[in-house]
Protein backbone atom coordinates (compact mmCIF):
# COMPACT_ATOMS: atom_id res chain seq x y z
CA UNK A 1 0.00 0.00 0.00
CA UNK A 2 3.14 2.42 0.70
CA UNK A 3 4.95 1.45 -2.42
CA UNK A 4 1.67 2.60 -4.22
CA UNK A 5 1.21 5.86 -2.98
CA UNK A 6 4.80 6.26 -3.08
CA UNK A 7 4.24 5.54 -7.14
CA UNK A 8 1.17 7.29 -7.39
CA UNK A 9 3.03 10.77 -5.83
CA UNK A 10 5.37 10.45 -8.11
CA UNK A 11 3.27 9.69 -10.64
CA UNK A 12 1.10 13.09 -9.90
CA UNK A 13 4.36 14.69 -9.62
CA UNK A 14 5.83 14.25 -12.96
CA UNK A 15 2.08 14.61 -14.36
CA UNK A 16 2.25 18.10 -12.66
CA UNK A 17 5.97 18.98 -13.99
CA UNK A 18 4.91 18.29 -17.48
CA UNK A 19 1.75 20.02 -17.54
CA UNK A 20 2.56 23.24 -17.59
CA UNK A 21 5.15 22.78 -20.32
CA UNK A 22 3.84 20.38 -22.24
CA UNK A 23 3.46 21.24 -25.94
CA UNK A 24 0.24 20.76 -27.76
CA UNK A 25 0.55 17.12 -29.64
CA UNK A 26 1.83 17.05 -32.85
CA UNK A 27 -1.08 15.80 -34.85
CA UNK A 28 -1.12 13.39 -37.34
CA UNK A 29 0.36 13.63 -40.91
CA UNK A 30 2.83 16.58 -39.43
CA UNK A 31 6.80 16.11 -39.14
CA UNK A 32 7.77 14.09 -36.05
CA UNK A 33 9.44 15.96 -33.54
CA UNK A 34 13.40 15.32 -33.70
CA UNK A 35 15.08 13.87 -30.83
CA UNK A 36 19.05 13.21 -30.44
CA UNK A 37 19.63 11.36 -26.99
CA UNK A 38 21.94 9.78 -24.91
CA UNK A 39 21.47 6.17 -25.11
CA UNK A 40 23.01 2.91 -23.82
CA UNK A 41 24.88 2.30 -27.14
CA UNK A 42 25.76 5.90 -28.01
CA UNK A 43 23.06 8.57 -29.19
CA UNK A 44 19.83 7.87 -30.76
CA UNK A 45 17.97 9.98 -33.08
CA UNK A 46 15.18 10.04 -35.21
CA UNK A 47 16.82 10.76 -37.89
CA UNK A 48 18.79 7.91 -38.00
CA UNK A 49 15.92 5.91 -38.56
CA UNK A 50 15.08 7.52 -41.72
CA UNK A 51 12.98 5.16 -44.34
CA UNK A 52 12.33 2.69 -41.29
CA UNK A 53 9.18 2.84 -39.20
CA UNK A 54 9.83 3.90 -35.65
CA UNK A 55 7.78 2.82 -32.79
CA UNK A 56 8.81 5.77 -30.18
CA UNK A 57 7.61 5.01 -26.49
CA UNK A 58 8.00 6.51 -23.15
CA UNK A 59 8.61 5.11 -19.97
CA UNK A 60 9.50 5.61 -16.49
CA UNK A 61 10.74 2.81 -14.03
CA UNK A 62 7.84 3.41 -11.63
CA UNK A 63 5.42 2.60 -14.22
CA UNK A 64 3.40 -0.37 -14.10
CA UNK A 65 2.02 -0.99 -17.37
CA UNK A 66 5.85 -0.09 -18.92
CA UNK A 67 6.59 -3.76 -17.22
CA UNK A 68 4.30 -5.24 -19.36
CA UNK A 69 4.72 -3.55 -22.19
CA UNK A 70 8.77 -4.30 -22.61
CA UNK A 71 8.14 -7.73 -23.35
CA UNK A 72 5.33 -6.88 -25.95
CA UNK A 73 7.76 -4.33 -28.09
CA UNK A 74 10.68 -6.36 -27.64
CA UNK A 75 8.32 -9.34 -29.86
CA UNK A 76 7.57 -6.59 -32.39
CA UNK A 77 11.43 -5.61 -32.72
CA UNK A 78 12.02 -9.07 -33.54
CA UNK A 79 9.01 -10.01 -35.26
CA UNK A 80 9.10 -6.77 -37.68
CA UNK A 81 12.78 -5.47 -37.10
CA UNK A 82 13.66 -7.29 -40.76
CA UNK A 83 10.96 -5.69 -42.13
CA UNK A 84 12.04 -1.99 -41.28
CA UNK A 85 10.72 -1.30 -38.42
CA UNK A 86 12.62 0.26 -34.73
CA UNK A 87 11.64 0.36 -31.41
CA UNK A 88 12.89 3.03 -29.52
CA UNK A 89 11.85 3.55 -26.10
CA UNK A 90 12.66 6.76 -24.26
CA UNK A 91 13.03 7.13 -20.59
CA UNK A 92 12.37 10.16 -18.62
CA UNK A 93 13.18 9.47 -14.97
CA UNK A 94 15.23 11.94 -13.07
CA UNK A 95 17.85 9.75 -11.93
CA UNK A 96 19.46 7.24 -14.63
CA UNK A 97 20.20 4.41 -12.03
CA UNK A 98 15.95 3.77 -11.51
CA UNK A 99 16.28 2.85 -15.58
CA UNK A 100 19.22 1.02 -15.50
CA UNK A 101 17.23 -1.13 -12.16
CA UNK A 102 14.04 -1.68 -13.84
CA UNK A 103 16.15 -2.91 -17.13
CA UNK A 104 18.29 -5.31 -15.06
CA UNK A 105 14.76 -6.82 -14.43
CA UNK A 106 12.62 -6.15 -17.19
CA UNK A 107 15.24 -6.29 -20.33
CA UNK A 108 15.25 -4.37 -23.81
CA UNK A 109 15.89 -5.89 -27.01
CA UNK A 110 15.78 -2.41 -28.56
CA UNK A 111 16.98 1.24 -28.42
CA UNK A 112 16.89 2.76 -25.11
CA UNK A 113 17.25 6.70 -24.85
CA UNK A 114 17.17 8.98 -21.96
CA UNK A 115 15.89 12.17 -21.33
CA UNK A 116 15.83 13.54 -18.24
CA UNK A 117 14.96 16.99 -18.99
CA UNK A 118 11.82 15.66 -20.49
CA UNK A 119 12.25 17.43 -23.58
CA UNK A 120 11.27 15.43 -25.81
CA UNK A 121 8.02 13.94 -24.15
CA UNK A 122 6.75 17.72 -24.24
CA UNK A 123 7.83 18.25 -27.93
CA UNK A 124 5.09 15.04 -28.49
CA UNK A 125 2.72 16.47 -25.89
CA UNK A 126 2.82 13.20 -24.00
CA UNK A 127 0.86 13.74 -20.65
CA UNK A 128 1.27 10.47 -19.05
CA UNK A 129 3.44 6.57 -19.17
CA UNK A 130 3.53 5.33 -20.98
CA UNK A 131 2.76 6.46 -24.06
CA UNK A 132 3.58 5.66 -27.65
CA UNK A 133 4.16 7.45 -31.32
CA UNK A 134 4.22 5.75 -34.71
CA UNK A 135 6.60 7.47 -37.01
CA UNK A 136 6.77 6.71 -40.61
CA UNK A 137 9.46 5.73 -42.55
CA UNK A 138 8.61 9.38 -44.08
CA UNK A 139 9.45 10.87 -40.58
CA UNK A 140 5.86 11.98 -40.60
CA UNK A 141 3.19 11.56 -37.27
CA UNK A 142 1.12 8.18 -37.93
CA UNK A 143 -0.18 8.36 -34.27
CA UNK A 144 -0.34 8.87 -30.79
CA UNK A 145 -1.46 6.15 -28.26
CA UNK A 146 -1.73 6.69 -24.67
CA UNK A 147 -1.38 4.07 -21.94
CA UNK A 148 -0.99 0.69 -22.61
CA UNK A 149 -2.27 -2.79 -21.72
CA UNK A 150 -2.40 -7.03 -22.87
CA UNK A 151 -6.31 -5.49 -24.99
CA UNK A 152 -4.15 -2.62 -27.35
CA UNK A 153 -1.61 -5.20 -28.50
CA UNK A 154 -3.99 -6.45 -31.73
CA UNK A 155 -5.05 -2.74 -33.02
CA UNK A 156 -1.44 -1.88 -32.19
CA UNK A 157 0.24 -4.34 -33.91
CA UNK A 158 -2.31 -3.90 -36.92
CA UNK A 159 -1.44 -0.38 -37.27
CA UNK A 160 2.27 -0.84 -37.07
CA UNK A 161 1.49 -3.96 -39.45
CA UNK A 162 0.10 -1.43 -41.93
CA UNK A 163 2.66 1.17 -42.07
CA UNK A 164 5.01 -1.40 -43.19
CA UNK A 165 3.05 -2.09 -45.59
CA UNK A 166 3.02 -5.86 -44.20
CA UNK A 167 -1.04 -6.39 -44.37
Known sequence: MMARRVVQG??????AALAPVA???????????????PGDTGRISLDAYKGKVVYVDFWASWCGPCRK??????????????????VVAINVDARRGDAADFLAK???AFAIAYDQAGATPRAYGIKG?????????DGKLLWLHAGFNEADEAALDAQIKAALQLQ
Open 10 to 15: AMAALI
Open 23 to 37: MAAPAAGAAAPAFDL
Open 106 to 108: VPA
Open 69 to 86: SFPWMNSLQQRYGGQGLQ
Open 129 to 137: MPSSALVGR
